[in-house]
């Protein structure tokens, strides 16, 4: 089973951006198991997607429900771009690692997210909020306001917070 600990996947990631190499030279394809981008700009200009509102949604898909991201290592310390001012709201979150997730790839920080008036119900629903990181990343986490949540079912927690998460080593 191929593993996100493999040479081809994550540790040849980190080695590629700890060495500088252009996103352009970065080019990948089979025998490389990358999580897909839901939403990437790719050679655009003058982009700013902020105030972000994810409303009556339902997620059920074995990995984080909502996955809020800022960057991974030095590629999001360079851009250096929080994310931020993002509602989420009257959603229902199934089975998944994590309701609302906030990293792991934060080097660019978060704040400013409001979570309200959802559900989350599953044995299968590992965790309701979860904020992952390292102590390799970086960036800040600020503002997190969570409210009106009707919890059931829950594997593990409603709260994890992990800062030793996903630090890999050559």
């Known amino acids: 089973m191929p593993s996100q600990n493999d040479y081809n996947n994550v540790p040849l990631l980190t080695e590629i951006v700890e060495n500088n190499v252009p996103v352009s030279e970065r080019i990948f394809g089979d025998g490389f198991q990358f999580s897909p981008t839901s939403f990437q700009s790719f050679e655009s200009e003058n982009v700013l997607i902020k105030n972000v509102h994810i ?14 991201k800022s960057g991974r290592d030095n590629d999001g310390r360079s851009v250096g771009i929080a994310s931020e001012n993002i509602v989420v709201e009257n959603c229902i979150m199934k089975d998944g690692h994590g309701g609302v997730v906030i990293g792991s790839k934060i080097s660019g920080g978060v704040r400013n997210v409001y979570v309200r008036n959802c559900e989350m119900n599953s044995p299968n629903l590992e965790r309701v909020i979860r904020i992952k990181t390292n102590t ?4 800040t986490i600020e503002n997190i306001f969570v409210k009106n949540i009707r919890v059931g079912q829950v594997k593990e927690a409603v709260l994890k917070i992990n800062t030793h998460y ?3 080593y050559k």
């Open 55 to 68: 409303t009556n949604c339902s997620f059920d898909k074995g990995n984080d429900c909502i996955a809020i």
């Open 136 to 139: 390799r990343r970086g960036g």
């Open 166 to 168: 996903s630090i890999y």
